[in-house]
């Protein structure tokens, strides 16, 4: 039986491949085969590039979304996928929006890390704590990083570490790390000497304060902001979130591990309708928190201001960064910057914004998504602009995704 069963999942292992390979060898053929038809170049090296896509990474996809929602058909699942969308995701956008229109690609959004200007700043958790510091902004201190086996403490860092661990805990979290991946609290000297495996930091944890701490409690709840630069200007706020951890997600309020995000109104700090992901990748609309019951669309941040001002020093400290995506807390000792990302989740900002619709961040993100990085790269090595094809248009006019850009 056990042979059987192994039989059985190589099979299955082998369809699937052999699936994949066909799918991506099709996709190929079908592109090369319309060359002629391409208005320029530049629409063919997309496309090529987009079928080289699907050869790389469309087995993995498939797979994932097959984890992620088994309730997709196999059509459905290859025609997400065909039009560059990882089909658990473009099962969400329907969801929300009804359509797939003016929603930002998964191929398309596979934007280069340089777009955040000093990427490798905001890839490490700990130099980015270093410039807020030197630049007098508050944020969240490193006390002390694990490299090699062993725990390095800053002066402070060693001064504060027994009263961080009799009080509320020491966060651990890796100094590379995303969406909340291996973060934990530690409230012993022996739990913080344990084995890791990646470099890590440690910070005193900080608890919310004021809406954030009526809602839920037990995790920081930030409020995100994705930021932005156009042509050299001010950073602009594109789209801000407050999010707030629940039973599901612990300690961390992280999206998809089960945390809420609900909208600001970058005018007011109006909350709306707060948005949670199920295990089963159904979208959840809520207007109250699920386990404290405590009201959420409608409410004002009542720390907006505070966090306004924040993104203006935050501004000033970090002038060649271009996009960054920021956490920011209201903790009961005030509002502090938490971490800044370079990375891009489509799936946490399209179940509020469709990212292809008339806004200044959909615009920014047109400058750089694909097919834009695609005819620079063809212009610096010289093709003449009649064979790459007209300048790609704007949006029209454009907005701020929460109804009123913010500048600093």
């Known amino acids: 039986m056990v042979h059987r069963d192994g039989a059985y999942r190589r099979f299955h292992r082998g369809r699937n491949r052999w699936f994949a390979r066909c799918l991506g060898l099709n996709v190929l053929f079908l592109q090369l085969q319309t060359v002629t038809q391409l208005a320029n170049l530049t629409d063919f090296a997309y496309q090529f590039a987009f079928a080289f896509w699907i050869l790389r990474q469309g087995r993995q996809i498939w797979r994932r979304s097959q984890a992620a929602d088994p309730s997709l058909s196999t059509v459905q699942r290859a025609q997400d996928l065909l039009a560059g969308f990882r089909p658990e995701n473009a099962a969400a956008y329907r969801q929300v929006h009804g359509t797939l229109d003016d929603c930002l690609t998964n191929f398309d959004a596979q934007f280069p890390r340089s777009m955040s200007g000093d990427h490798a700043l905001l890839d490490n958790k700990v130099r980015f704590a270093d410039v807020m510091a030197a630049a007098a902004v508050a944020h969240v201190p490193v006390l002390g990083t694990f490299h090699d086996g062993r725990w390095s403490w800053s002066e402070a860092g060693a001064a504060l570490r027994d009263d961080a661990l009799a009080q509320d805990g020491i966060v651990v979290k890796p100094i590379n790390g995303n969406r909340g991946r291996g973060v934990h609290v530690v409230t012993t ?37 994705v930021c932005f630069r156009m042509d050299g200007g001010p950073l602009e706020i594109g789209l801000a979130l407050h999010k707030f951890g629940t039973r599901r997600s612990g300690i961390i309020d992280n999206f998809t591990p089960g945390g809420l995000a609900a909208p600001i109104d970058i005018a007011t700090g109006r909350l709306g309708f707060a948005l949670g992901v199920s295990p089963e990748n159904q979208i959840l609309r ?24 924040l993104l203006n020093c935050i501004g000033r400290a970090l002038p060649t960064i271009e996009y960054i995506a920021l956490d920011i807390a209201a903790t009961r000792d005030g509002v502090v910057v938490i971490e800044g990302n370079s990375g891009f989740g489509t799936l946490f900002y399209q ?36 064979i790459l094809g007209g300048a790609p248009k704007p949006l029209g006019p454009t907005t701020s995704a929460n109804t009123g850009s913010r500048g600093t």
């Not at 440690?202 to 709840?221: I, K, M």
């Not at 809520?286 to 505070?306: K, N, R, Y």
């Open 189 to 225: 000297a022996e739990e913080l000497s344990g084995d890791f495996t990646e470099p890590m930091l440690a910070q005193p944890r900080l608890l919310p304060g004021g809406l954030a701490a009526q809602v839920a409690p037990n995790s920081l709840n930030a409020v995100r902001l």
């Open 286 to 309: 809520h207007t109250h928190h699920p386990d404290s019951g405590v009201p959420i669309a409608g409410c004002v941040v009542e720390s907006w201001p505070a966090i306004l001002g």
């Open 351 to 386: 179940v509020f914004e469709r990212l292809r619709a008339p806004t200044r961040l959909a615009e920014f993100l047109r400058r750089n998504d694909r097919k834009s990085r695609i005819r620079r790269r063809l212009e610096r090595i010289g093709v003449p602009k009649a």
